[in-house]
């Protein structure tokens, strides 16, 4: 399994970026992908997920500005970014893993990841 990101860069604040996410050689069925975030210094958390069966869920500090999507099934994963702020400033990875249980968790537990793609954003 690869999960590749790409996407990242340097953006002023109320600026825009989307996330790409490659997905290779993962085949299971249902399954839950997300995206997740690390600053320095900081856990890291969830930023949004989505199940095979298409239901998304949001992280409260970005709902309204970030999107989760898919795209040819599980092979692409994206995540919109709009309006970004300083806050949002991060390493940003994506994750999948099988999941049978309805609503995608929102821990860390995703077996696979991407090497992260890095975001700035500038006052």
């Known amino acids: 399994v690869q999960l590749v990101e790409s996407g990242g860069g340097s953006v002023q604040s109320g600026g825009s970026l989307r996330l790409s996410c490659a997905v290779s050689?993962?085949?299971?069925?249902?399954?839950?992908m997300g995206w997740f975030r690390q600053a320095p210094g900081v856990e890291r958390e969830v930023v949004a997920t989505?199940?095979?069966?298409?239901?998304?869920r949001i992280a409260e500090g970005v709902k309204g500005r970030f999107t989760i999507s898919q795209e040819n099934g599980k092979n692409t994963l994206y995540l919109q970014m709009n309006d970004l702020k300083p806050a949002d400033t991060a390493m940003y990875y994506c994750?999948?893993?099988?999941?049978?249980?309805?609503?995608?968790?929102?821990?860390?537990?995703?077996?696979?990841w991407g090497q992260g793609t890095q975001v700035t954003v500038s006052s």
């Open positions: 989505i199940g095979s069966n298409g239901v998304t």
């Open positions: 994750a999948a893993r099988s999941w049978y249980f309805g609503t995608c968790p929102t821990s860390d537990s995703y077996a696979y």
């Open positions: 050689g993962f085949t299971y069925n249902p399954y839950c």
